[in-house]
């Protein structure tokens, strides 16, 4: 039976009124998903719209939300291929210019939600997050993600893992409010810790068996000191789930990566060791640069060192 995707289409139809110009692209990958991918995209944006309504918030808001992702994002390329830099200049900057400002904010994680369906790179990303949680949803008693952003990935963890005790942490005020909207919505008996602070200064007397980190180390000044902590955080058996990127600009983005080799390096300097790793070539940055530079998505499971 095929399940119809009203909320997801009205969705996509927002988008293409307010960006023609990647309806082509869209629908052409679009068209190599299956009917897994079109229930999910379609509980997901019915889920948030149910969520977030009382805020508000419309599909035509989530769609806006992506345009200007898109936009931003292309922005952000043309000065990068220019300038082989990141532009946000400091932490400082990108919390007063970004994670403080709401409505900045806001529209940035619908769009990143969005994303996780409709970009080929954050769509395989998230399968891969999957397969990671799948494979210890029998180890794991206390979950922990650190950056939860949006909140997809969180309450995908509260899908399917049967840990006893969650956690979020975020150093945004709108971002931790929306995973609180979406995961009271989705799962509302489920008790879950949520922690609006500096991810430096958490502190814990848990140690945890799974830690998601996902989009953060490119958008602090020392990612050490993010793996570091990660490794003080995990529980002995305990796995981590990354990622971040090469050469990827977006207007928080600070720490450049300049090859998967450089994030790999970081890994093992914490004492940490890879189990399994996915990488995605984005192929923007190449086109723009001639094939100068290369970016990349990278998604890793590691642990402490044996
Ligand atoms: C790009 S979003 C990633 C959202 C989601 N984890 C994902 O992978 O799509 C990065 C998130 O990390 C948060 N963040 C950045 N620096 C942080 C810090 N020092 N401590 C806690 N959260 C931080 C931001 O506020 C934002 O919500």
Redesign the pocket.
């Known amino acids: 039976m095929t399940i119809k995707t009203n909320n997801f289409n009205e969705l996509l139809e927002n988008i293409y009124q307010r960006s023609p110009l990647q309806k082509k692209s869209i629908k052409s990958y679009l068209s190599t998903k299956n009917q897994t991918f079109f229930d999910e995209a379609e509980s997901t944006i019915t889920n948030y719209k149910a969520a977030l309504s009382s805020e508000g918030i419309s599909i035509k808001t989530i769609a806006d939300g992506f345009v200007q992702l898109c936009n931003d994002t292309l922005a952000e390329q043309i000065k990068f291929s220019k300038s082989g830099k990141y532009s946000c200049p400091s932490?400082e900057e990108s919390s007063k210019s970004v994670?403080h400002d709401k409505i900045v904010?806001l529209s940035?994680?619908l769009g990143?939600l969005v994303s996780?369906y409709i970009w080929d790179n954050?769509n395989k990303m998230l399968d891969f997050f999957k397969e990671c949680l799948l494979s210890r949803s029998n180890d794991t008693n206390n979950y922990l993600?650190?950056?939860?952003?949006?909140g997809?990935?969180l309450n995908i963890a509260l899908d399917l893992l049967k840990a006893k005790e969650y956690e979020a942490?975020?150093?945004?005020e709108t971002?931790i409010e929306l995973t609180k909207k979406i995961t009271k919505h989705l799962h509302p008996n489920r008790n879950i810790q949520f922690n609006y602070?500096?991810?430096?200064t958490?502190d814990s007397n848990l140690k945890f068996d799974f830690i998601?980190?996902?989009?953060?180390l490119e958008?602090?000044e020392n990612p050490h000191q993010?793996l570091n902590k990660i490794y003080d955080l995990l529980s002995s058996n305990g796995v981590s789930y990354i990622?971040t990127c090469t050469n990827c600009p977006?207007i928080?983005h600070i720490f450049l990566f300049k090859t998967l080799d450089e994030i790999r390096l970081l890994i093992q300097d914490c004492n940490l060791t890879i189990i399994k790793e996915f990488s995605y070539e984005v192929k923007a940055i190449s086109a723009l640069t001639n094939n100068s530079i290369q970016a990349h998505n990278y998604c890793a499971l590691i642990k402490k060192n044996a």
Do not use: N, R
């Not at 942490?169 to 945004?172: E, P, V």
């Open positions: 932490f994670y904010m940035y994680m990143l996780q954050h993600e650190v950056g939860a952003g949006h997809l990935l942490i975020d150093i945004s971002s602070t500096d991810f430096l958490y998601t980190m996902g989009e953060v958008h602090v993010f990622t977006a928080d």
